[in-house]
């Protein structure tokens, strides 16, 4: 059973930042792309990064670009999302997908706030 487990968001103050992980398991994730989209409330999901099976092809989004960095350890089987100087309209709930794009599986989310 493919399970996408993602954790590290929270409450932070504009300019923060914050961490998000992702646990994989189920399936073979050193041979797989993997992505995080992140969903405002009443928005459609935006796909804001990616990162090839790899880690040396990275995609980033402009609203991220130069804020945030992808990552992965396939030892471990964990994806992260490091994010910097954060900003209200980074507010979303962030999803670890599996695959080079915004519509393969994802797990439950983690909530992320950006405010003073």
């Not at 792309?33 to 402009?62: C, H, L, T």
Request: include cysteine; hydrophobic fraction near 35%.
């Amino acid at each position: 059973e493919v399970q996408l487990v993602e954790s590290g968001g929270g409450l932070v103050q504009p300019g923060g930042s914050l961490r998000l992980s992702c646990a994989a398991s189920g399936f073979s994730f050193g041979s797989s792309d993997m992505s995080w989209v992140r969903q405002a409330p009443g928005e459609d999901p935006d796909w804001i990064s990616a990162i090839r099976s790899g880690g040396v092809v990275k995609f980033y989004d402009n609203s991220v670009k130069g804020r945030f960095a992808i990552s992965r350890d396939n030892a471990k089987n964990t994806l992260f999302l490091q994010m910097n100087s954060l900003k209200p309209d980074d507010t979303a709930v962030y999803y670890c997908v599996r695959g080079w794009g915004p519509f393969g599986y994802r797990g439950q989310g983690t909530q992320v706030t950006v405010a003073s």
